[in-house]
C-alpha cells in the first residue's frame, strides 16, 4: 500500500506538531536540527544512549510525512552485498543450465541477460535511490557505531553524491535523494568526514517534565500518581552508578508493566520484582533491589511531595 505523501514542515513549530502527531515529544532543538535537516536536504546525525529515542524519530518522519522507511541495520562485518545489492546466483545459473539446454551458444547476450535487473537483488542503500511515487523514502541507517570503519568509509561515498556503481548495469543514481537519518549509540566514534556531511544532534535523556509527558501519551491507562513516580523514580536512578542507565524505552516498558499489574504507587517489593523489566544487567539488578530500591522511592515521595 502507498502512503499518502505530505509536505514538509515550513518552520520549527511545524516540525514540533508533526512530531507531536504521532506522541513524539521533541524538544526545540532536536525539532530545530531535523527542520533544517529536512530544508537543506542534509542527512541527520544522531548519537545518544541506547533507547532515548533516536530510531524513533525515523519512524515517525516517515509515518507523519507518508514515506516509505527503508532501514539498514548495522553491525560488525556489513558489507556491500547486504547493504547494497548482490546478485540472485542461483537463479543466474538455472537461467544458464535453461539456455544451453535450449541451444544458446551466444555468450554475449547470455551475460547480458543474467545479469539483468531481474536477476538483482536490492539491498536498502540501492532501495532508497529508487523513485518512489509517495516521494523520496526516509533511509534509517541504524547504529552505524556497530559497523566496520571500511564499510563507513563506502557509505561516505553514497551519501556524497546519494548514486552507486553496479559495475554489470551502470550508475544508479538518485532523482530526489531520500530523507537520511542515521544513528549511533556512540560505542566507537564515527569518523569526522561522515560526521561533515550531516547535521548532528544529540539525543540525550529528557528532563522530568518531557518524560512524564512521554509516559502519559504512550502508557495511556496509567495512574497519575504512578506516573509521576515512575518517572522521577528512573530520573534518580539515572544518577546511580549503573552499567547501563534506562532510557525512555525502557521507562516506557517499566510504566507499561506496573500498570498491567495494577499497581497503583511503588513499593520496595514491586519495584525489587519488575526491575528486570527496567534495567538489562545482573550487577545493576542486584545493587538496586531491596534496601537501596526502598531509599529511592522514599526519595521520590518525598520529593514530590516537596513539588506539591
Not at 547494497?84 to 537461467?95: D, K, R, S
Not at 530523507?179 to 549511533?184: D, E, G, M
Request: contains cysteine.
Amino acid at each position: 500500500m502507498t502512503p499518502t505523501p505530505r509536505s514538509l514542515p515550513v518552520s520549527i513549530d511545524a516540525t514540533l506538531d508533526l512530531l507531536a502527531a504521532a506522541d513524539y515529544l521533541a524538544d526545540r532543538s532536536l525539532a530545530t536540527v531535523l527542520f533544517l535537516a529536512l530544508k537543506m536536504g542534509r542527512p541527520l546525525f544522531l548519537e545518544g544512549e541506547a533507547g532515548v529515542g533516536k530510531t524513533e524519530i525515523a519512524k515517525v518522519l516517515a509515518s507523519t510525512l507518508g514515506r516509505h522507511l527503508i532501514r539498514l541495520q548495522c553491525y560488525e562485518g556489513l558489507d556491500v552485498s547486504a547493504a547494497v545489492y548482490e546478485w540472485n546466483y542461483a537463479a543466474q545459473m538455472i537461467a544458464i543450465r535453461v539456455a544451453e539446454a535450449e541451444g544458446a551458444h551466444d555468450r554475449e547476450r547470455l551475460e547480458h541477460d543474467v545479469f539483468s535487473e531481474r536477476f538483482l537483488i536490492k539491498r536498502p542503500l540501492l532501495q532508497a535511490l529508487e523513485p518512489d511515487p509517495a516521494g523520496p523514502p526516509v533511509l534509517l541507517i541504524d547504529e552505524l557505531d556497530r559497523a566496520d570503519e571500511a564499510f563507513e568509509a563506502f557509505l561516505l561515498e553514497v551519501l556524497a553524491d546519494f548514486q552507486v556503481t553496479i559495475p554489470e548495469l551502470g550508475t544508479v543514481k538518485a532523482a530526489q535523494p531520500p530523507i537520511v537519518v542515521i544513528t549511533s549509540n556512540r560505542t566507537r566514534e564515527i569518523h569526522d568526514a561522515l560526521k561533515r556531511r550531516c547535521l548532528y544532534h544529540w539525543v540525550g535523556y529528557p528532563v522530568a517534565e518531557r518524560e512524564l509527558k512521554i509516559v502519559r501519551a504512550k502508557v495511556p491507562g496509567i495512574g497519575k500518581i504512578l506516573s509521576e513516580q515512575v518517572v522521577h523514580f528512573v530520573q534518580a536512578l539515572r544518577k546511580e552508578d549503573l552499567f547501563k542507565a534506562p532510557g525512555v524505552a525502557e521507562t516506557l516498558d517499566w510504566a507499561a508493566a506496573l500498570a498491567e499489574l495494577d499497581v497503583a504507587t511503588l513499593d520496595p517489593s514491586t519495584v525489587s520484582d519488575t526491575l528486570g523489566v527496567l534495567l538489562k544487567y545482573q550487577d545493576d539488578i542486584a545493587r538496586i533491589e531491596g534496601t537501596k530500591a526502598k531509599e529511592l522511592i522514599d526519595e521520590v515521595r518525598a520529593d514530590l511531595r516537596a513539588a506539591e
